[in-house]
Protein backbone atom coordinates (compact mmCIF):
# COMPACT_ATOMS: atom_id res chain seq x y z
CA UNK A 1 0.00 0.00 0.00
CA UNK A 2 1.14 3.48 -0.55
CA UNK A 3 0.31 6.37 1.54
CA UNK A 4 0.64 9.82 0.13
CA UNK A 5 0.58 13.31 2.14
CA UNK A 6 0.24 16.86 1.49
CA UNK A 7 1.25 19.56 3.38
CA UNK A 8 2.57 23.13 3.01
CA UNK A 9 -1.12 24.89 2.70
CA UNK A 10 -2.22 28.18 4.70
CA UNK A 11 -3.61 31.40 4.16
CA UNK A 12 -1.89 33.90 2.57
CA UNK A 13 -2.08 37.09 1.11
CA UNK A 14 -2.49 37.73 -2.70
CA UNK A 15 1.03 38.51 -4.26
CA UNK A 16 2.13 35.85 -1.64
CA UNK A 17 4.07 32.32 -1.77
CA UNK A 18 3.32 29.01 -0.75
CA UNK A 19 5.38 25.44 -1.55
CA UNK A 20 3.14 22.80 -1.01
CA UNK A 21 4.88 19.40 -0.24
CA UNK A 22 3.72 15.83 -1.32
CA UNK A 23 5.39 12.69 0.37
CA UNK A 24 4.54 9.21 -0.73
CA UNK A 25 5.34 6.38 1.67
CA UNK A 26 4.71 2.51 1.25
CA UNK A 27 5.49 0.31 -1.42
CA UNK A 28 6.19 2.86 -4.21
CA UNK A 29 9.01 2.42 -6.19
CA UNK A 30 8.94 5.67 -8.11
CA UNK A 31 6.71 8.73 -7.66
CA UNK A 32 7.13 9.77 -11.43
CA UNK A 33 4.67 10.37 -13.24
CA UNK A 34 3.15 12.82 -10.63
CA UNK A 35 1.00 15.87 -10.61
CA UNK A 36 -1.31 18.58 -8.52
CA UNK A 37 -4.60 18.90 -9.19
CA UNK A 38 -6.72 21.74 -7.30
CA UNK A 39 -10.67 21.80 -6.47
CA UNK A 40 -12.68 25.08 -5.24
CA UNK A 41 -16.10 24.74 -3.78
CA UNK A 42 -18.13 23.72 -6.92
CA UNK A 43 -15.88 23.12 -9.47
CA UNK A 44 -14.73 20.21 -10.74
CA UNK A 45 -11.44 18.90 -9.82
CA UNK A 46 -8.47 20.56 -12.32
CA UNK A 47 -4.93 19.54 -13.00
CA UNK A 48 -2.48 22.68 -11.83
CA UNK A 49 1.10 21.25 -12.95
CA UNK A 50 2.28 17.70 -13.84
CA UNK A 51 5.63 16.22 -14.37
CA UNK A 52 4.98 13.46 -17.47
CA UNK A 53 7.17 9.86 -17.21
CA UNK A 54 9.71 11.00 -19.76
CA UNK A 55 10.37 14.40 -17.40
CA UNK A 56 8.83 16.87 -19.05
CA UNK A 57 5.86 19.55 -17.15
CA UNK A 58 2.98 20.97 -18.34
CA UNK A 59 0.67 23.29 -16.43
CA UNK A 60 -2.23 24.75 -16.78
CA UNK A 61 -2.76 28.08 -18.49
CA UNK A 62 -3.81 29.99 -15.30
CA UNK A 63 -0.50 29.02 -13.08
CA UNK A 64 2.24 29.17 -16.25
CA UNK A 65 4.69 31.85 -15.20
CA UNK A 66 3.88 31.63 -11.61
CA UNK A 67 4.05 27.68 -10.42
CA UNK A 68 6.96 25.09 -10.34
CA UNK A 69 6.09 21.64 -10.09
CA UNK A 70 9.19 19.32 -9.29
CA UNK A 71 10.24 16.25 -7.74
CA UNK A 72 12.53 14.71 -5.71
CA UNK A 73 12.38 10.39 -6.35
CA UNK A 74 14.80 9.56 -3.88
CA UNK A 75 12.76 11.48 -0.78
CA UNK A 76 9.63 10.40 -2.96
CA UNK A 77 8.29 13.91 -2.67
CA UNK A 78 6.75 16.51 -5.27
CA UNK A 79 6.76 19.79 -4.55
CA UNK A 80 4.43 22.97 -6.19
CA UNK A 81 6.28 25.96 -5.64
CA UNK A 82 3.26 28.69 -5.85
CA UNK A 83 4.32 32.50 -6.27
CA UNK A 84 2.01 35.54 -7.25
CA UNK A 85 -1.06 34.26 -5.54
CA UNK A 86 -4.25 35.41 -6.54
CA UNK A 87 -7.70 34.79 -4.60
CA UNK A 88 -8.57 32.42 -7.67
CA UNK A 89 -5.77 30.09 -6.59
CA UNK A 90 -7.79 29.73 -3.73
CA UNK A 91 -8.65 25.74 -3.55
CA UNK A 92 -8.23 22.38 -1.83
CA UNK A 93 -4.99 20.71 -3.63
CA UNK A 94 -4.21 17.50 -3.99
CA UNK A 95 -1.29 15.36 -5.49
CA UNK A 96 -1.03 12.03 -7.49
CA UNK A 97 1.84 9.85 -7.85
CA UNK A 98 2.47 6.65 -9.93
CA UNK A 99 -0.31 4.11 -9.92
CA UNK A 100 -2.93 6.77 -9.12
CA UNK A 101 -2.05 7.08 -5.59
CA UNK A 102 -3.73 10.75 -4.31
CA UNK A 103 -3.69 12.35 -0.91
CA UNK A 104 -6.29 14.04 1.31
CA UNK A 105 -5.48 17.39 0.59
CA UNK A 106 -4.10 20.54 1.57
CA UNK A 107 -6.13 23.70 1.71
CA UNK A 108 -4.59 27.15 -0.17
CA UNK A 109 -6.71 29.97 0.80
CA UNK A 110 -5.09 33.45 -1.07
CA UNK A 111 -6.84 36.69 0.70
CA UNK A 112 -6.99 39.95 -0.94
Known amino acids: QVHVVESGGGLVQAGGSLRLSCAAS????????MAWYRQAPGNERELVAA???????NYADSVKGRFTISGDNAKNTVYLQMNSLKPEDTAMYYCVVRGGYWGQGTQVTVSS
Open 51 to 57: ITSDGST
Open 26 to 33: GHIFSINP
